[in-house]
């Protein structure tokens, strides 16, 4: 059987609340929350890598590829900090709602709708991003390697996922959706959650080297997302292009 990315029951399960992406009190509000510490992170980490100097545009002139960009949360800011911005997804209702946000704001971001093993991209990118995506895709190794195909030598992909652990399944499932109702119910599953050495192994098998990788937590005293050593839950790495 030929392999592929897309999981329809996950399209469908964001196709259906693709008009709240820019509500930051809707279903969407966690991403909102989190969206913050993401985009340091991806921008402190390109700065540092290509060598920078821009203060005003601090990505500028570079090539990014937003992979399951959903409604644009993190392609708008990449595109204010100066960067060439592609943002793909296969959901039409999130695209058609990227598109509508990014012209309403004045940005010149190019929205596809389509996956990795089926866009047709005429260039390689300096920066790929796949952030809390993964978990979400039918063949993971298949995604990695359809994503890297698209990336320069020496370029960056950032992944963001959950780890498969049982603290992770009390906290993003339990937790977050049947308690304390930050998701709908069904936003994540479980079994489709990915060790950090797993992701290694993904990423060795499609020509990525890990340069670092963090954990994610929620700090509920000062009601924010902080980066730590703790990846126990929430997770984001750091590859290189060999």
Same mark, same amino acid.
């Given at each position: 059987?030929?392999?592929?990315?897309?999981?329809?029951?996950?399209i469908?399960?964001?196709?259906?609340?693709?008009?709240e992406?820019w509500?930051?009190e809707?279903?969407f509000?966690?991403?909102? &929350?989190? %969206?913050?510490?993401? +985009?340091r #992170? $991806?921008?402190?980490?390109?700065? /540092?890598h290509f060598?920078? !100097?821009?203060?005003?545009?601090?990505l500028?002139?570079l090539?990014?590829?937003d992979?399951?960009?959903?409604?644009?949360?993190l392609?708008?800011?990449?595109?204010?900090?100066?960067?060439?911005?592609?943002?793909?997804?296969?959901?039409?209702?999130?695209?058609?709602?990227?598109?509508?946000h990014? &012209?309403? %704001?004045n940005l010149? +971001?190019? #929205? $596809?709708?389509?996956?990795p093993? /089926?866009?047709?991209?005429k !260039?390689?990118?300096d920066?790929?991003?796949?952030?809390e995506?993964?978990?979400?895709?039918?063949?993971?190794?298949?995604?990695i390697?359809?994503?890297?195909?698209?990336?320069?030598k020496n370029?960056l992909?950032?992944v963001?996922t959950?780890n498969?652990?049982?603290?992770?399944?009390?906290f993003?499932?339990?937790?977050?959706e049947?308690?304390?109702?930050?998701l709908?119910?069904?936003?994540?599953d479980?079994?489709k959650?990915?060790?950090?050495s797993e992701?290694?192994e993904f990423?060795?098998n499609?020509?990525l080297?890990?340069?670092?990788?963090?954990?994610?937590n929620?700090n509920?005293?000062?009601?924010?997302?902080?980066?730590?050593?703790?990846?126990?839950?929430?997770?984001?790495?750091?590859?290189s292009?060999?």
């Open positions: 059987m030929k392999s592929k990315t897309i999981n329809k029951e996950e469908n399960k964001f196709s259906q609340m693709a008009s992406w509500d930051p809707g279903k509000a966690p991403l909102h &929350k989190f %969206n913050p510490i993401r +985009i #992170y $991806i921008k402190d980490n390109t700065i /540092k060598g920078i !100097k821009s203060k005003t545009k601090p500028i002139n090539n990014i590829l992979l399951g960009c959903g409604g644009g949360l392609s708008e800011p990449m595109s204010r900090m100066g960067a060439n911005v592609t943002g793909i997804d296969p959901s039409e209702k999130n695209i058609k709602v990227a598109k509508l990014a &012209k309403k %704001n010149k +971001i190019n #929205y $596809i709708c389509s996956s093993e /089926k866009v047709n991209l !260039k390689k990118y920066v790929i991003l796949n952030m995506v993964i978990e979400h895709v039918e063949d993971i190794n298949f995604f390697k359809k994503s890297s195909e698209f990336l320069k370029g992909m950032f963001a959950l498969k652990t049982l603290k992770s399944y009390i993003a499932i339990i937790g977050a049947y308690v304390l109702r930050w709908p119910i069904g936003t994540h479980w079994e959650f990915v060790k950090p992701l290694v990423g060795k499609n020509s080297r890990l340069e670092r990788m963090d954990g994610i929620f509920p005293i000062f009601n924010e997302w902080k980066i730590t050593k703790d990846k126990s839950v929430n997770y984001i790495a750091k590859f292009k060999n």
